[in-house]
């Protein structure tokens, strides 16, 4: 499967009429385990990192695990990296 974009994974849940997990991680453990329970459960997932983590993790490291990770699943992955703009 691996890496989609969130409007192949979307459409296809709207077409399929599932629900798609989305799971922030913050770590390579809670990557690699989030990851294995959607393998194991057969779905696909939407793997982030939210803004308010940037400050405590390596961003760029840990979205090119998340990026290695989705590539080499199972299952559909797609990336979400939440970042707020300014008004």
């Known amino acids: ?3 989609v974009t ?3 994974l979307l459409q296809d ?3 399929r ?3 798609v997990g989305g799971f ?3 770590n390579f453990e809670t990557l690699g385990a ?3 329970v959607a393998e194991e459960l057969k779905t696909p997932l939407v793997l982030g990192v939210p803004e308010r983590l940037f400050k405590f993790v390596d961003v760029e490291t840990l979205s090119a695990a998340m990026s ?3 590539q080499k699943a199972a299952v559909p992955v797609a990336l979400h990296l939440e970042k707020k703009f300014p008004a």
Request: aromatic residues 10%.
């Open 1 to 3: 499967m691996a890496l």
């Open 6 to 8: 969130m409007r192949e």
């Open 13 to 15: 849940a709207r077409r």
């Open 17 to 19: 009429k599932y629900a």
């Open 24 to 26: 922030n991680v913050f």
């Open 34 to 36: 989030v990851v294995e």
């Open 68 to 70: 290695r990770a989705a």
